[in-house]
């Protein structure tokens, strides 16, 4: 997931890594505070809780899964 180019500056991807991070971190907070101020501190940390968890999934999803992060493949190799 890449941010839109906008008047021909292609932001790098990592702003967008850190811009999923900073928003659903925050967003998760402040429905936190928000329920806890009103009298529903337990379901404001049932929110914060799977907001947070929901950030880490959606950035695992979207910037780790893709990587192809492997090991040599042993060809070459003599057992010892």
């Known amino acids: 997931m890449a941010l839109p ?3 021909g500056f ?3 991807r990592w702003v967008s890594f850190v811009l999923v991070l900073a928003g ?3 967003l998760s907070g402040i429905a936190d505070f928000a329920l806890s101020q009103a009298g529903y501190g337990a379901l ?3 929110v914060w809780a799977v907001g ?3 950030t ?3 950035l695992f999803v979207l910037y780790l899964r893709p990587l192809e992060i492997t090991g040599p493949d ?3 190799e003599t057992d010892p």
């Open 5 to 7: 180019q906008v008047a």
């Open 74 to 76: 042993g060809e070459g």
């Open 10 to 12: 292609d932001p790098p």
């Open 56 to 58: 880490i999934l959606l």
């Open 24 to 26: 659903g971190i925050a």
């Open 44 to 46: 404001g940390a049932y």
């Open 52 to 54: 947070y968890a929901g």
